[in-house]
């Protein structure tokens, strides 16, 4: 393994300097957001320059998706989405599939939009977990993205059995304008390079095509997924 995970006793930082910390973890996982919704929906989409240290993760309204991540390193990710942000990305990735406007559902609360949402996030964190595996030297596993649509001021808090956690957010904006939410909790982590390596480059467009692949076949693990979410906490 290229890197190694800071905290053996006879590790020194003067023999190897520390690289790659939690907040590049978290640019990375950005960077990723950036780039398959930028693919899929052929629109701007940026993020703020600030981020804020947060105690917990938390699901919220208009629409909220999470995934969990071992191996390497463990973890939740979860991005909170306003019905507008939603919708905005909905279409544009429905538009730049070749689906005709008048086909496409009107309400945030339809099964369409939740389903194409979940296979974004499928999309998003395949990608960063790609690029751990290329950057780091080291592999992560995911599950499968659980979304949520939620109407009322409900808030589900995830633990996640973290032993040292930092959570962080990260403000998004489309390009109409339209604002969701990023929030990483990982145990604090910092990976310390030995040797040097050379990473694999991602092909875009072997990206894009499997984000149009997978948008084919999202549907009915969507609804599953919901289903057995929803039997979890009760609902």
């Known amino acids: 393994?290229?890197?190694?995970?800071?905290?053996?006793?006879?590790?020194?930082?003067?023999?190897?300097?520390?690289?790659?910390?939690?907040?590049?973890?978290?640019?990375?996982l950005c960077d990723s957001v950036v780039k398959v919704l930028h693919l899929a929906t052929a629109g701007r989409i940026a993020y703020s320059g600030m981020i804020q240290r947060i105690s917990r993760t938390c699901l919220k309204p208009d629409i909220g998706c999470f995934v969990l991540f071992d191996g390497g390193f463990s973890g939740l990710v979860v991005i909170n989405f306003s019905a507008a942000a939603a919708m905005e990305?909905?279409?544009?990735?429905?538009?730049n599939m070749g689906m005709a406007k008048d086909e496409l559902a009107s309400n945030f609360?339809?099964?369409d939009v939740g389903n194409v949402m979940g296979e974004l996030m499928n999309q998003i964190v395949g990608d960063f977990t790609r690029k751990v595996s290329q950057d780091l030297q080291t592999h992560?596993?995911?599950?499968?993205?659980k979304m949520l649509a939620l109407t009322k001021q409900?808030?589900?808090?995830?633990?996640?059995?973290l032993d040292q956690p930092e959570a962080r957010r990260v403000t998004f904006q489309t390009g109409r304008g339209n604002i969701f939410y990023l929030e990483m909790a990982i145990d604090r982590t910092e990976f310390i390079k030995l040797h040097e390596f050379d990473a694999e480059e991602v092909d875009?467009?072997?990206?894009l095509e499997q984000i149009r692949s997978g948008g084919e076949t999202?549907?009915?693990a969507a609804d599953t997924d919901q289903d057995e979410l929803l039997k979890s906490l009760g609902m």
Do not use: W
């Open 204 to 207: 875009p467009d072997a990206l």
């Open 1 to 28: 393994m290229a890197f190694l995970l800071r905290g053996a006793a006879n590790m020194s930082e003067k023999n190897y300097p520390v690289v790659f910390g939690t907040e590049d973890v978290l640019r990375s």
């Open 218 to 220: 999202a549907s009915g």
């Open 154 to 161: 409900v808030v589900l808090s995830i633990d996640t059995h």
């Open 140 to 145: 992560i596993t995911q599950n499968q993205p």
């Open 89 to 95: 990305l909905y279409e544009c990735y429905m538009l």
């Open 109 to 111: 609360t339809a099964d």
